[in-house]
């Protein structure tokens, strides 16, 4: 937990409304170890929350309006009503939470307003899911306010839908599922067709490392509806309903009915689901070379197959994987062109990783990485001090 940030909400709330707030709340961002855009082809991810959240201090009111002041943002205000009508706002961030209540308002769920203060320590535009962390919270907040019978899952795909329907991104489930389920020292393995969620522990000597290639991210959301486009073609083409349906066998059989580019991002979705799985009980087992290697083939699949890897991201991946070789993972995380990689390594490598990071990448890209040092937290939750 961020003290700090827990001071500036709550400090910034009495400054702001001129009382105490009555309830605090957090939801994580997340890293992703593995499963990259397989999620809305139905597919399986293995992410796990991080110790970076956003965070909300809030009150019920007892009228029907909504007050948001936004920490991150040079405190801007917000200020709507509750019904089915909800609109957008020209403040981009306000519509993540316009589109949380309103969508929460449209499953039908009665409550009233609320005063919000909302900052966060998610890094913005990385990758880490900072977005889905402010849907979450918002969901959960007005869930520990009025006691809403809303299950995580339930907030998990609000979320989504904000993000689909008001927001206009058309992400999948992975970010808000895990912000709003993780445990604990664990990763989860999440069918995204079912929205099964199986925990997995990670083992005690290994840490999760991800290094910010701080490399500005762009065309993200037109390239990534595009490779869902792609997905989707090749599922139709192949007569299933999601690319989670078709294995490598019949893939290689029916190449030859799609496009080359088509196939290239199809071949990496169904190579990636297994990966996925197979990574799961890997780290379950502790078995690092299998890990190492799946999460290797990852990043070369999404380099060569998906090409949603940029040269400063594979050249970052380089520099690690010289350092620790085959006793840990390295791969891009997240929606792709820019932001973050992941490591799994075992602890006495953190310093030389960081150490290799540091006196290369910059001399190379003239870009500075950052890098941090990861522990899987718990999902989103109400929080006393
Ligand atoms: C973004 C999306 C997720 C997922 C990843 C790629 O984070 O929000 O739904 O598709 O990209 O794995």
Request: charged fraction near 20%; glycine fraction near 6%.
């Amino acid at each position: 937990m961020n003290i700090k940030l827990k001071d500036k909400v709550e400090q910034t709330f009495l400054q702001q409304f001129g009382y105490d707030a009555t309830h605090f709340v957090r939801a994580p961002g997340r890293v992703n170890l593995i499963g990259e855009h397989t999620d809305y082809n139905d597919g399986f991810v293995l992410p796990c929350a991080i110790n970076f959240a956003a965070l909300v201090a809030a009150s019920p009111r007892e009228d029907k309006l909504v007050r948001v002041i936004a920490v991150d943002y040079d405190n801007a205000a917000d200020e709507f009503l509750i019904h089915s009508e909800i609109s957008q706002s020209r403040q981009n961030w306000a519509n993540y939470i316009r589109g949380v209540v309103k969508h929460l308002v449209l499953k039908g769920l009665v409550f009233n307003g609320a005063d919000i203060v909302v900052s966060g320590d998610v890094p913005q535009g990385a990758g880490l899911s900072s977005s889905a962390a402010l849907e979450v919270v918002i969901g959960q907040t007005f869930k520990v306010l009025y006691n809403l019978q809303l299950t995580q899952q339930e907030i998990a795909l609000n979320g989504q839908q904000a993000e689909n329907q008001f927001v206009g991104c058309n992400c999948g489930i992975m970010d808000q599922l895990i912000s709003a389920q993780a445990q604990k020292d664990h990763a989860l393995l999440i069918d995204c067709r079912s929205l099964a969620t199986t925990p997995v522990a990670i083992p005690d000597n290994l840490r999760i490392l991800i290094i910010n290639s701080n490399k500005k991210r762009g065309l993200v959301d037109s390239e990534y509806n595009t490779r869902r486009k792609q997905c989707e073609q090749a599922a139709a083409v192949l007569g299933v309903k999601a690319l989670r349906d078709v294995n490598l066998a019949m893939f290689n059989q029916r190449i030859n009915e799609l496009e080359s580019i088509t196939a290239k991002r199809a071949r990496h979705i169904i190579t990636e689901n297994q990966r996925t799985l197979d990574a799961a009980d890997a780290l379950q087992r502790n078995d690092m070379m299998q890990l190492q290697r799946l999460m290797a083939e990852s990043h070369a699949s999404m380099r060569d197959d998906f090409e949603i890897t940029v040269a400063e991201i594979d050249f970052l991946v380089d520099i690690i994987k010289a350092e620790i070789g085959v006793r840990g993972g390295v791969r891009m995380t997240g929606g792709g062109f820019g932001g973050c990689v992941v490591a799994v390594l075992p602890a006495n490598l953190v310093e030389q990783v960081i150490i290799a990071v540091n006196e290369q990448y910059h001399q190379h890209t003239q870009l500075t990485a950052s890098v941090f040092i990861c522990n899987a937290e718990q999902g989103a939750q109400q929080f006393f001090s």
